[in-house]
DNA sequence: TCATGATTTGACCATCTGGTCAAACTCACG
DNA sequence: CGTGAGTTTGACCAGATGGTCAAATCATGA
């Protein structure tokens, strides 16, 4: 059995290429939509083999979930209190942009999980997120504060930056239908820039 | 059979009460995670009498969809060119926030289906969609080009549009177990309102 | 009222799905 | 090379799922 002892270069392998397959598979079609079969397939095991990994189609999920979560919030957290607040938040909404570009499964993965209910990661968004944004939220109110920034609600701006820089990934279709030929993610950057620069400059 | 003549009493109850109930399930599981059972138990019927009216699960969907995409796009069609293209614009904001308090189920049944890949719609929204935004795309151009809004990316501006205002339905337990107790409807639209003001005000 | 079409249902079916298991195979290392 | 742990698999299972059908029930207007 797969136990708790370090791993051998072949469950290295595989356990690298289920979570892979999965991300793939439940990315597209969501928990209830994506069946283990298709994920062994495309991991390029046999079902059997696959759960010999991982002890059922839940754990490969909550595996998934759990370890992109911080992944995911890191540039959340990188946001600090160096140097000019806006040029801060004009980088971390940069960043996040780049992952919507370079991790749009991973982004798919929570927009499947959050529009349905977010079921399996409830916990973590009221517990680990809460804590994270408060703090973050916090931070911005202080440099409001000081007239560093113009005023705005802060967790409403911090869902702003959510919202904006992951519709290119998950909602990447429909974004594509509309403009055409033309690539999404050339005129973005510039557009959020343009945004967050005149929401946020402070005025007089 | 429930053929094409006028419907009767019972057609058109029951009829309405399936896409209610399908409106449920599918939002809350998108196509995959829905089941026919399900839908049919919310409605009240038994499972052979809900495929008495709809020919499959497929047919459901369908139906759904297409009945509710006018309804979705009603706002962008209301934007015109009276009066101040900002108040205008505003005023769009305004309604696609409504829709999303009001109408949340139908804006995740959208949300599901476009995150994964809109396999069902992908000809409407290359079709009638595009076709939509290109018309109210070139309008706001006019309004640029005549210096009554600032200048921006006119379809990155529409997207940021439905991206900011869908986010309160689609991932609304996401920012409520951020928000904790305060209501996400009570600071949005002043939010949203600041956010477009400062974007489109025409500078010197 | 009663005939006729509309509506409803229990029983059923084929397929899919998550998961199990014992047997077979492979690999690393003494 | 042999051996025991690690790995893989074919066959299988129970329950869920989309869908069918003939028979029963209901509603309505002539």
């Known amino acids: 059995m ?3 002892r370090a791993p051998t270069r072949i469950q290295r392998k595989n356990r690298a290429a289920i979570l892979d397959a999965a991300l793939n598979v ?17 991991a390029g095991l046999s079902k059997p083999n696959l759960l010999y990994y991982f002890p059922s189609k839940e754990a490969i999920h909550t595996a998934l979930l759990s370890g992109l979560l911080d992944t995911w919030l890191d540039p959340l957290r990188a946001l600090e209190d160096n140097g ?14 780049q992952m919507s570009q370079e991790l749009p499964r991973e982004s798919r993965l929570f927009a499947n999980e959050l529009v349905q209910g977010a079921p399996r990661i409830h916990e973590a968004l009221s517990q680990d997120l ?4 408060d703090e973050k939220a916090a931070l911005m109110e202080r440099w409001m504060d000081q007239g560093r920034i113009a005023r705005v609600h802060p967790y409403h ?44 400059t402070p005025r007089p």
């Open 130 to 133: 809460k804590a994270l944004v």
């Open 26 to 42: 439940f990315s597209a079609h969501g928990f209830r939509g994506a069946t283990v079969d298709q994920i062994a397939a495309e």
């Open 157 to 200: 701006l911090i869902f702003s930056i959510w919202s904006l820089t992951q519709h290119y990934a998950d909602f990447d279709v429909q974004v594509r239908a509309v403009l055409g030929e033309e690539d999404p993610f050339a005129g973005a950057p510039d557009f959020l820039e343009t945004l967050y620069r005149r929401l946020l």
């Open 2 to 4: 797969a136990n708790d």
């Open 84 to 97: 000019d607040p806006l040029e801060e938040i004009l980088g971390y909404v940069r960043r996040k942009l």
